[in-house]
């Protein structure tokens, strides 16, 4: 098992969704959160004051997948949340070792 972090912009996140939902992933974990990369934020004009926003909205999914539905997750999200612009997110990949489901305490695969 694999757990998908992917950190996007909140204006792909139903795209992202729905592309995934068709690819038979049957679970995640939705997050708003606030951070910056690279980009370091922005300046805005509020009131003719302008003033610097340094954490910029994302979207946090976390997806807990069998191993042979990695790959195609992946490429689904890398398809369908790239603008090709700076800020569009990252995507971290970690082993997991197992799953517990808490009602029946299933373990494994049978867990997701």
């Known amino acids: 098992m694999t757990k998908v972090e992917a950190i996007i912009q909140p204006n792909k996140f139903e795209a992202v969704k729905e592309a995934l939902v068709g690819q038979g992933v049957e679970g995640m974990t939705v997050s708003e959160v606030r951070g910056h990369g690279r980009q370091k934020g922005h300046t805005e004009v509020y009131r003719g004051r302008e003033y610097g926003v340094d954490l910029l909205p994302k979207i946090k999914l976390e997806l807990v997948l069998p191993d ?45």
Do not use: M
Request: aromatic share 2%; net charge positive; charged share 30%.
């Open 68 to 112: 042979n539905l990695v790959a195609g997750a992946v490429d689904t999200i890398l398809k369908t949340a790239s603008t090709g612009k700076i800020g569009d997110g990252k995507i971290f990949l970690t082993k997991v070792d197992e799953a517990i489901r808490i009602r029946n305490q299933e373990r494994g695969d049978t867990a997701l």
